[in-house]
């Protein structure tokens, strides 16, 4: 593999794993991610700092049509071990390019009562992440409402979130990735609106 991955794999990693979590634990939060790395076409640094952050030999990741014929599963096999899964209920975690790809949170592994966190983490590549108008979240982590513009924004996701937290504490995380950035939505975040 001639692409770059982490240039220093574990201070890189554990860098790129203190910027997701801090997006997890701060809804709405945009946070600086995937300088340095150089994935293969049509995957972009951030989502592949997350993704090289994340992913083990223990952990499948399912790839949405949009990366299917292309060198991203091996590139992310090669440097982190996970596996491809066929089904998208049988990930750990899923890539998915939401400008490209159509989103169906029930599609994926929502948890069980005895192992909630047996649910999918969703990557999802964007065009753009700000902290504006756009979603209006509430939830832990979040200090009153936060705001979020995502781009694109799939069609009815807000309802599609909806359902997510009606299963809490099973249901799927969310972690969008745009050029140099990423932000997140736990299960535990509602979604007030769009503004």
């Not at 201070?11 to 991610?33: D, I, N, T, W, Y």
Request: aromatic share 8%.
């Amino acid at each position: 593999m001639s692409l770059a991955a982490f240039a220093d794999p574990v201070f890189e990693s554990q860098a790129a794993f203190r910027a997701v979590l801090r997006a997890m634990s701060s809804p709405g939060a945009v946070m600086s991610l995937g300088a340095g790395v150089t994935p293969p076409a049509p995957l972009r640094p951030a989502a592949a700092a997350v993704l090289l952050a994340l992913c083990d030999f223990e952990t499948p990741l399912w790839l949405s049509p949009a990366y299917a014929g292309s060198e991203v599963g091996a590139w992310l096999k090669f440097h982190t071990g996970a596996t491809v899964a066929k089904e998208p209920a049988g990930a750990a975690f899923a890539l998915i390019d939401l400008a490209r790809d159509p989103l169906d949170l029930a599609a994926f592994a929502q948890g069980t009562a005895a192992y909630p966190d047996r649910s999918t983490t969703i990557i999802g590549e964007v065009e753009g992440l700000a902290t504006a108008p756009g979603l209006r979240l509430i939830g832990p982590g979040v200090n009153g409402e936060a705001r979020l513009a995502v781009s694109p924004l799939p069609p009815q996701f807000a309802e599609s979130w909806r359902i997510n937290n009606e299963g809490f504490p099973l249901g799927i995380d969310m972690v969008f990735a745009a050029p140099g950035a990423v932000a997140a939505l736990p299960r535990t975040t509602r979604i007030l609106g769009i503004v």
